[in-house]
């Protein structure tokens, strides 16, 4: 069992936070590992207090890796980030990890070793372009190491069409991706368009192939869209409009708690 089984009408909201470049990364300096940690903390608290579901806790080192592998000690600085961010918040918020851009076993190891309960993949399934490379899903390694090391219980969001993952010219249709992707070990599915008819066709697309696949938004809700966007999805990650729209700075408590009270009233309808 994952966070994403037997969702109901309830829909999660994390909170991303983004870090300071880390340690094994080209752009890190002296002192980020502090900062990082210190705004991690900060942010969740945020979060939590403004009654968000959790968090995901994301690198921000912009330069990256394309293929699913990390340094040590950027892993190893994760994991305690990580670790922080669950002992600071209670039992009941729900916090992942994720490195980027497509690391997804390190990320699948953080989460094991710290006790996150779930992680996201850029592409788990397919191929997608990105400034770092072309990005090659390998679900049969994902799956291995994630039995492996017992983390089946560690909920997998896999994005097949947003702000990292890009479909292509002529891509397989979206309901398609997103059943392949969940037969190849995802929990739940993000999509994200900026356009909210073509986000919303998608949620809808996804769900006429069936009901119960969980379908996660991947960024583009604010207070103003949130109620529609979110009306017939399961959840979303925020990230800019948490941070009142400065990406990257700190979390705003009081926008979490409006924007958590749309979704609760959503939540009812």
């Known amino acids: 069992m994952t966070i994403f089984d037997n969702l109901g009408k309830k829909k999660l909201i994390f909170g991303l936070i983004h870090l300071k470049p880390l340690p094994g990364t080209p752009l890190f300096k002296e002192g980020n590992m502090e900062l990082a940690l210190e705004k991690a903390i900060k942010d969740a608290g945020a979060l939590y207090r403004g009654g968000a579901d959790g968090c995901l806790v994301q690198t921000v080192d912009k330069i990256y890796p394309a293929d699913d592998d990390a340094d040590y000690a950027r892993v190893a600085a994760m994991a305690v980030i990580t670790h922080e961010v669950i002992k600071a918040t209670g039992p009941e918020f729900k916090v992942g990890a994720q490195i980027m851009w497509n690391c997804i076993t390190p990320s699948l190891g953080v989460a094991k070793a710290t006790g996150a309960v779930f992680t996201r993949a850029t592409a788990l399934i397919g191929s997608t372009e990105s400034p770092y490379g072309m990005v090659y899903g390998n679900p049969l390694k994902v799956a291995n190491y994630r039995k492996l090391i017992g983390a089946e219980d560690v909920g997998l969001i896999a994005e097949i069409e947003g702000y990292h993952f890009k479909g292509g010219v002529e891509p397989t249709p979206i309901g398609q991706r997103a059943r392949m992707a969940m037969n190849l070990g995802a929990n739940a599915i993000e999509v994200m368009a900026r356009d909210e008819e073509t986000n919303n066709r998608m949620v809808a697309d996804i769900k006429a192939v069936s009901k119960d696949i969980p379908v996660i938004l991947g960024g583009g809700t604010d207070l103003e869209n949130a109620r529609r966007r979110l009306k017939d ?14 990406w990257g700075g700190n979390i705003d408590e009081q926008i979490v708690r409006e924007y958590m009270g749309i979704i609760r009233d959503l939540e009812k309808e």
């Open 233 to 246: 999805a399961n959840g979303a990650l925020v990230g800019s409009c948490f941070e009142g729209h400065n």
